[in-house]
């Protein structure tokens, strides 16, 4: 029968899987504005064909969060990048008699570092969720 799932359950992605998993129709009630990202191979039907099999790879609510670290990291990165350049632009006589300059560029530096750790960070824990994931995939009956 149909499988009325609310998105605000704790473990919708699981009954969702088993749901695909059975070929039985799904209802997503209480659905926002903005979706989870883990529905994105659903409703972009991201079927892959594996020894004549149908497979769907039901999305990581945790590798989902760690891409947005990722990207959030790298805009940071650029935007401190492009403050310095603008005050290096923006600047006249001596550069280290610029306090402003001066002080961007120290706090640049140690944000800089951080972010580069935490993106480092990343980046290893999603390779590791990858590899972990990469046989976790469900099977489409009657698809």
């Known amino acids: ?20 998993q059975s070929g039985e129709p ?3 009630q209480n659905v926002q504005e903005e979706l989870d990202p ?28 760690l891409v947005l670290d990722i990207a959030a990291g ?3 990165l650029q935007e401190l990048e492009d403050e310095i350049l603008r ?9 280290l008699d610029d306090v402003q ?7 640049s530096k140690v944000t800089a570092s951080r972010v580069a750790e935490q993106l480092e960070t990343s980046e290893q824990t999603e390779g590791k969720i990858d590899m972990a994931r990469e ?3 469900v099977p489409l009956e009657g698809a």
């Open 101 to 107: 300059l001066v002080n961007t560029l120290h706090s």
């Open 38 to 65: 883990a529905l994105g191979p659903i409703l972009n039907k991201a079927v892959t064909h594996t020894g004549g099999r149908m497979l769907l790879r039901l999305g990581d609510k945790e590798k989902d969060s």
């Open 26 to 28: 799904v209802l997503l």
């Open 135 to 137: 046989f976790q995939v």
């Open 74 to 76: 790298k805009r940071t």
């Open 87 to 95: 005050l290096l632009n923006e600047a006249s006589g001596s550069l």
């Open 1 to 20: 029968g149909l499988k009325v799932i609310d998105l605000q359950m704790p473990d919708f992605l699981r009954v969702l899987e088993r749901a695909v």
